[in-house]
């Protein structure tokens, strides 16, 4: 049974999420790369990245690239879900 975590890029925290805490990264397992590279992308969030508000497409870009890299490295002890459509998807829950 894998854990579910929420895709979400916010002020401060994330880019994932459970039960509304900001997940650490480092306590994935990731490769140090990957880890490095989620935590500059969320760095870089801000509202107006959103399509909601305006639509960076190469950020979101970006951010649907991350997503699928950490899938296929979390894949067997977690499932990522995303609760938005600009990642791509339909969203999850």
Not at 7 to 35: C, K, R
Not at 54 to 71: F, I, K, M, T, Y
């Amino acid at each position: 049974m894998s854990i579910e975590l929420e895709f979400w890029p916010e002020y401060n925290a994330g880019p994932l999420w459970i039960g509304g805490q900001s997940v650490d990264l480092g306590s994935l397992g990731l490769s140090g790369d990957l880890e490095a590279r989620l935590v500059r992308w969320n760095a870089g969030y801000s509202d107006d990245r959103l399509p909601s508000e305006s639509n960076d497409v190469v950020w979101l870009a970006e951010g649907r690239s991350l997503l699928g890299e950490l899938r296929i490295e979390v894949a067997g002890t977690h499932s990522v879900i995303v609760r938005e459509p600009w990642w791509g998807e339909e969203p999850q829950g």
